[in-house]
């Protein structure tokens, strides 16, 4: 590992604690960790390896990235604040974070020490694991697909909450305008009884 991939595993690992403080949720929610994994993506992700049980530890891998994502998402708190959406880690969801993402740091400090390197090869052939490439496109692929999928959960939860408050607002301006019209109405019934009531004294 070189001075960025180092960079850059540490600051997907440290992302989390970014939102231990309750904010509002923006673009950088999104942008920032997604251009992470995109960038170790691009600079690793070099086809997907199928010879051998190869293509099993890929989705494997993606697999359990998925799930981490899942459940860090719905773990992060969401929640609408009058005319905006906040998002707030909660400890689980940082747990989860650091978890799965501190196992792929270490898995590649280990990895790269002769002795890491030795067991490594030794359960690759057992397993008819055929490349390295296989395993780094299976620990790329597991942060981008929870990455990706801690984010849809964040931002498909904040559209729920948004939508359900623009309902909300205009259910009750539709209610201020039943309300509006039936005090109109009960104004000119009123009127109209004592102009009735007028006509009858004056006769």
Do not use: C
């Not at 697999?63 to 009058?82: K, S």
């Not at 707030?88 to 993402?101: D, E």
Request: proline letters at 1%; a positive charge; zero cysteines.
């Amino acid at each position: 590992m070189n001075t960025t991939d180092w960079i850059v595993d540490i600051a997907l690992l440290l992302i989390v604690f970014r939102q231990l403080r309750e904010e509002r949720i923006s673009k950088a929610t999104f942008i920032i960790p997604i251009a992470m994994v995109t960038w170790a993506a691009s600079n690793y992700l070099h086809g997907i390896p199928t010879a051998g049980n190869d293509l099993a530890l890929v989705a494997l891998f993606t697999g359990i990235g998925a799930v981490f994502g899942l459940f860090g998402g719905l773990l992060t708190r969401v929640r609408a604040r009058q005319d905006h959406v906040t998002v707030k880690a909660t400890a689980g969801a940082a747990a989860l974070w650091v978890i799965s993402m501190g196992f792929r740091l270490g898995f590649a400090v280990w990895s790269s020490h002769p002795s890491g390197a030795a067991h490594l090869t030794s359960f690759s052939v057992a397993h008819d694991i055929t490349s390295g490439q296989a395993w780094v496109t299976a620990l790329i692929l597991m942060a981008l697909g929870e990455v990706i999928v801690r984010l849809g959960t964040i931002a498909v939860r904040a559209w729920a909450l948004s939508s359900h408050g623009a309902g909300a607002g205009a259910g009750a301006r539709s209610q201020s305008g039943v309300l509006a019209q039936g005090r109109t109405l009960a104004q000119r019934q009123a009127e109209d009884r004592e102009f009735a009531m007028e006509m009858v004294s004056r006769v």
